[in-house]
């Protein structure tokens, strides 16, 4: 596959990625949306469905990785490093693209939401899935765009990102490539889709199972450039936790498959 082939496959996967699992957050949390209060469950499966959707829409294209620490899993694995930069721009790019359609789509939602005086008068409360407790940098809405811990401890909630994210690419390097080695066979995807369910239910307590440095960090750009009214910060504290530790993860889970797979 060319690199052109790459950057367009990876925009349009990662874009879709985040249209449909930050769609769901949104659809769960905003007021005025006909899926508040939908619960955890929801969520989880609405970002099960969005990887399965976004892999199998693009995996002919760019290999759908649409993650960058299953980038470095892949070239560590295949010690081939030459195409990582043109997927991570993509990636970047479009978690970025996907988070702005999330705000078109709901954008009365967000409006309404961030409008409610119930909302702009709590004080510390627990909007969007960030705990403002734990992260009183974080808006209202923030944790539609981008994850935050529940309880902000430094090397718990990296060691969190760290350990579901080992999960998640171990199993993509296991579970059969395509035949190019750099996405996911048909029924690799389908199996991956539901490890992210699974992550979600079991590791996505402490932390909301960030997993993936551009679901997170592309999105939180794009919550502190949108023209949102009382939406507060965008935690910038927090960070760098969901990109360094999947991107740990990453490594350690292509370390693991080298050891004991390859």
């Not at 693009?58 to 560590?76: D, F, H």
């Not at 490093?81 to 705000?103: E, K, R, T």
């Not at 296991?174 to 080695?181: C, E, K, V």
Request: net charge negative.
């Amino acid at each position: 596959m060319s690199s052109s082939d790459i950057f367009i496959g990876e925009i349009i996967g990662t874009a879709v990625l985040i249209l449909l699992g930050g769609g769901v957050v949104a659809a769960v949390v905003l007021k005025r949306s006909k899926a508040q209060n939908a619960g955890w469950l929801a969520i989880t499966f609405g970002w099960g469905f969005a990887v399965l959707t976004a892999v199998y829409m693009t995996g002919t294209l760019s290999g759908a990785q649409l993650n960058p620490a299953v980038t470095v899993g892949i070239a560590i694995k295949s010690g081939d490093w030459s195409d990582v930069p043109v997927y991570f721009a993509g990636q970047m790019i479009g978690a970025m693209v996907g988070a702005a359609l999330v705000w078109v789509a709901y954008y009365g939602q967000f409006q309404a939401h961030l409008t409610d005086p119930e909302i702009i008068s709590a004080a510390p409360h627990e909007e969007g899935m960030v705990s403002e407790q734990a992260a009183p940098k974080a808006g209202p809405v923030l944790g539609v765009f981008s994850t935050g811990p529940e309880i902000r401890v430094v090397w718990q909630n990296l060691a969190t990102e760290i350990i579901g994210t080992t999960v998640l690419v171990l199993a993509v390097l296991t579970q059969g490539l395509n035949d190019s080695g750099k996405g996911l066979g048909v029924i690799g995807a389908l199996i991956t889709a539901f490890v992210v369910v699974g992550i979600g239910l079991s590791l996505g307590g402490p932390t909301g199972y960030a997993i993936n440095p551009a679901r997170d960090l592309g999105p939180r750009i794009v919550h502190a450039l949108l023209p949102l009214p009382n939406k507060g910060g965008s935690d910038w504290g927090y960070a760098w936790i969901p990109v360094v530790g999947p991107l740990i993860g990453g490594a350690l889970a292509a370390g693991i498959y080298n050891l004991a797979f390859a």
